[in-house]
C-alpha cells in the first residue's frame, strides 16, 4: 500500500489547519487599528449624542485588548497602519443598528459585521468580535452594569412656560391663597423631568403680603419667601435646576395688591 503520501497529505492538513488558526498577532507584534466614523445613518436623527457614547466606548474596550495599538486618525497617511475600522450606526424604534467594517491596509480584505440592540451590550460586543478577529482571542467587556439602555426618549416638548398664575387682593380681604400644581416634561437631552410649585400668600393687617413658595423638583425640594411691605413692590427670581422661578408682588396700592408667578424652563 502507498501510506506514505496519504500520510504526508495528512500532515500538510494539520499545518495548514494549525497555522491558519494562529491570530494575526502571533508573531508578538501589535497590530495597529485607526478607529474612524462614528457616524450615523440618515437625517434629522435626534439620537446625535450616540456618536461620541460609541466612540468612547469602543476606545476604551481596545485600549484595554491586548497586541492592539490604537492609533491617531491624523495617522492614516502613514505606514505601519494594518486595519482601518469604521463605525455607523442607525436608530430603528427603540434599538440601534451598529454596523462595523473593517479593512486590512494590506490585502484590502474587507470584513463588516452588525450589532443590534438598546443597550450599551450591543458596543462591547462590537469590540469583542474586533479583537476575536484581530488576535484570536476572546475578550469580554461586557458587565453586569453594560446593559443600561443607550436610547434617551426624543424631545417632543417645546414648552417654557410650565406654571403661570396671578392673585389680586381687593382690600381688605385677608383670606389665605394656597395653590398647589405638578409638572412635567421631557428636557433638552431626552431624559423626562417632574415637580410641584405650591403658593401661598397671606394678606397682612396693614395692607402687605408675604408669600411662600415650595418647588419640588426631581429627588429635591426648595422653599423660597418673600414679603412685600404695604407701598412698596418687591419680587425676586431663582433657579433651579433647569427651572426659572420667578415672583412679583406689587402692594403699591390703597385699594389692592397684585401677585404674579411663573416657573418655566431655562434648557430651551
Known amino acids: 500500500m502507498k501510506t506514505k503520501p496519504i500520510k504526508a497529505l ?3 492538513i494539520i ?3 494549525f497555522f491558519s488558526a494562529l491570530p494575526l498577532s502571533a508573531d508578538n507584534q501589535d497590530i ?4 474612524t466614523g462614528f457616524n450615523k445613518m440618515g ?4 439620537h446625535n449624542y450616540l456618536s461620541e457614547l460609541i466612540s ?3 476606545r ?4 484595554n485588548a491586548e497586541g492592539i495599538v490604537l492609533l491617531k486618525n491624523k495617522t492614516m497617511n502613514k ?7 469604521r463605525f455607523e450606526y442607525m436608530v430603528m424604534g427603540q434599538e440601534v443598528i451598529l454596523n462595523t467594517t473593517m479593512i486590512d491596509t494590506k490585502s484590502e480584505e474587507i470584513v463588516s459585521f452588525s450589532t443590534q440592540g438598546d443597550s450599551e451590550d450591543i458596543i462591547h460586543l462590537a469590540s469583542e468580535k474586533i479583537v476575536r478577529k484581530l488576535t484570536g482571542r476572546q475578550q469580554v467587556f461586557r458587565t453586569s452594569d453594560s446593559d443600561k439602555t443607550i436610547i434617551r426618549p426624543e424631545k417632543t416638548d417645546v414648552t417654557k412656560i410650565l406654571i403661570s398664575g396671578e392673585k389680586i387682593y381687593i382690600l381688605p380681604d385677608t383670606n389665605v391663597y394656597h395653590e398647589e400644581k405638578s409638572f412635567n416634561f421631557i428636557d433638552s437631552s ?3 423631568v417632574n415637580g410641584n410649585l405650591t403658593i401661598n400668600l397671606i394678606p397682612t393687617e396693614d395692607a402687605g403680603v408675604n408669600s411662600q413658595i415650595m418647588v419640588i423638583y426631581g429627588y429635591d425640594r426648595q422653599v423660597f419667601t418673600l414679603e412685600c411691605e404695604a407701598g412698596k413692590e418687591a419680587g425676586m427670581e431663582k433657579n433651579i435646576g433647569l427651572l426659572k422661578l420667578s415672583l412679583k408682588l406689587n402692594c403699591q396700592y390703597s385699594d389692592r395688591i397684585e401677585t404674579r408667578w411663573e416657573l418655566s424652563r431655562g434648557d430651551i
Open 10 to 12: 495528512i500532515l500538510n
Open 15 to 17: 499545518i495548514v489547519l
Open 32 to 35: 495597529n487599528i485607526v478607529l
Open 43 to 46: 437625517v434629522n436623527d435626534p
Open 56 to 58: 468612547s466606548v469602543i
Open 60 to 63: 476604551e474596550d481596545l485600549s
Open 79 to 85: 505606514m505601519g497602519i494594518n486595519y482601518i475600522v
Open 190 to 192: 431626552g431624559y423626562p
